[in-house]
């Protein structure tokens, strides 16, 4: 079976200027492989500055690598236009009040996608917005809402919406659980959980707290200034982890609930 | 269901009709908004509420003071000037064109200047960086030396005097917009909308401008402001509006020989002037705090 995502020797370099005439290359992150399958979830960890979010702004479009490439179902995505791409990678971004526009309702920021990216008609737009709002689990009377009128999680269910519309292959989650409080973190995780069974999607899941992350997925990759220490099966990480840092980690995110 | 009946009349309200609302519960600000709308009626209808031709001279009633001071006469309600001319005809003409000019310079720069700024900030590259840096080296030169010299190119005339005010104050509208824009720029939703696959004219269409009304009405307001002074500083230097023209500064420059005779020839003028701007002012500034009331 052919891998879903594929990334290949990526790396991002930018330069920063120390004095006047040196310069000295950085690394975003180098040297990063993994692969994806269709409905799994992987997920990133790191401390900040390790470039995980660098890294997945870059699957998701928002910036280019500077060398090494990103397959998609075994096509290099260089060579897929920007249509197809949004239709197979969509992102989550961590906060949702920021990420949704104040000025459009619900209605008009999920028909967005739809009118840039497909060929539906208004009604099959209609429909798909109906049955997208379902999946995600709320009324359609929220369509003519206001993203301000909405609590934190429905405007999370709302961003879960609007990457859901297009029906992609992959959801790229960056942080999206760092604003929540650990029961609507739960709520929220068990509706991707819903939707992964239901739909297949992929996840590339972006977060801090190792234990959360541990329930949902089933590849970790731990980073650590812009390399890749640790790829492994969930289980293998957490039971016999290999690198020092995810160790550190691991002692580090003891979350409060077990002590 | 969210929405039942029984509360129909709790709509959603957009936006717009958010900060409508909420302009329409401060009195200071609807009092304004009316006085706008009673200057801008005086400047389209000036030639029907003038009593007489602003040129007309009356050779039997010289230097007549308002009608509340000894003297006067009550067919000329605010006087007369050293050749028998009606202070209040020529006050409301000078009103038309002074206003007239400002709120036209107004409209102008801010189609232009939202084309050109918003190109500006949504170009990437060497373009941008032209736009940039010449705009910073326009900004250093006040305007109204820009405009001074402008006009000394262009030929003395009330129109050309519009002309160089508007391309002195175009400058930093442009800056001004093409910073509001490149601040959006960086906020989340519009590049979430970005990710959508949105072209750059609906993504200023939808995501960016409905977001930066209110830095918008304040550029707006002081580049109005600076319309009214410039053309009223350039006819009161003789640089604008000629003799049959009638505009406020002019109007002030005129009269400023015979201000110890009757001091009421240069008060209303520059009344008028005052009157103007700070109407305008607290209506913008109404409209801002609604904006950002609106907002939160």
């Not at chain 1, 060398?67 to 249509?83: A, E, K, M, T």
């Not at chain 2, 009330?158 to 508007?166: I, R």
Request: charged share 15%.
């Amino acid at each position: 079976m052919q891998t879903l995502l594929n990334i290949n020797n990526l790396c991002k370099t930018y330069r920063r200027s120390n004095g006047i005439f040196s310069s000295t290359l950085q690394y975003a992150y180098r040297d990063v492989n993994f692969s994806l399958d269709k409905g799994k979830t992987v997920s990133i960890i790191g401390e900040s500055g390790s470039g995980k979010s660098t890294l997945v702004q870059t699957i998701a479009g928002l910036r280019t690598q500077s060398s090494g490439d990103i397959y998609l179902q075994g096509q290099s995505l260089r060579n897929i236009s920007v249509q197809d791409r949004c239709k197979s990678i969509r992102m989550l971004f961590h906060a949702p009040s920021e990420s949704l526009n104040p000025k459009a309702t619900i209605g008009r920021i999920l028909t967005a996608p739809l009118k840039l990216n497909s060929n539906m008609t208004a009604i099959q737009q209609q429909q798909q917005i109906k049955n997208t709002l379902s999946l995600v689990g709320l009324l359609p009377d929220y369509l003519s809402f206001y993203p301000n009128m909405l609590s934190s999680v429905q405007q999370h269910q709302v961003a879960l919406a609007r990457a859901m519309i297009l029906d992609p292959d992959i959801i790229i989650a960056d942080e999206i659980l760092a604003g929540l409080d650990i029961s609507l973190r739960f709520k929220l995780i068990n509706l991707l959980l819903k939707i992964q069974e239901q739909k297949g999607v992929s996840f590339i899941v972006v977060a801090h707290n190792m234990s959360l992350v541990r329930h949902i997925s089933d590849h970790i990759i731990v980073m650590n200034d812009g390399e890749i220490v640790e790829n492994d099966i969930t289980e293998n990480v957490y039971n016999s982890p290999k690198s020092s840092k995810t160790k550190h980690l691991l002692q580090s995110h003891k979350p409060d609930y077990r002590k | 269901m969210l929405i039942n009946n029984e509360f129909n009349e709790e709509k959603i309200q957009s936006p717009q009709q958010y900060i409508w609302s909420i302009f329409k519960s401060k009195n200071i600000a609807v009092v304004s908004m009316w006085a706008v709308v009673a200057l801008i009626l005086i400047a389209i209808f000036c030639q029907y509420i003038m009593p007489y031709p602003p040129a007309l001279q009356h050779p039997d009633m010289l230097l007549l003071p308002p009608y509340w001071v000894d003297g006067s006469n009550p067919a000329h309600l605010l006087g007369t000037d050293d050749l028998g001319r009606d202070t209040f005809s020529r006050l409301l003409k000078g009103i038309q064109l002074t206003l007239t000019g400002a709120l036209l310079i107004t409209v102008a720069i801010s189609l232009l200047g939202l084309i050109i700024g918003s190109t500006a900030a949504l170009l990437k590259g060497v373009k941008a960086s032209i736009v940039h840096h010449l705009l910073d080296a326009l900004l250093t030169i006040p305007t109204l030396l820009t405009a001074l010299i402008l006009i000394v190119l262009f030929g003395m005339s009330f129109e050309n005097s519009l002309l160089a005010v508007s391309l002195s104050l175009l400058p930093q509208f442009i800056r001004g917009i093409y910073n509001c824009i490149e601040t959006e720029l960086n906020k989340q939703y519009v590049v979430a909308l970005r990710l959508d696959g949105s072209t750059n004219l609906r993504l200023l269409r939808y995501g960016i401008l409905p977001n930066i009304i209110e830095p918008i009405v304040t550029l707006l307001n002081r580049i109005f402001t600076m319309a009214v002074l410039e053309i009223t500083t350039l006819g009161f230097l003789g640089f604008g509006a000629n003799l049959e023209e009638i505009e406020l500064g002019a109007l002030i420059a005129k009269n400023l020989d015979l201000i110890y005779i009757s001091p009421y020839l240069v008060l209303f003028p520059g009344l008028a002037i005052f009157m103007i701007i700070i109407i305008f002012n607290i209506f913008a500034e109404g409209i801002r705090h609604a904006v950002i009331e609106g907002e939160d």
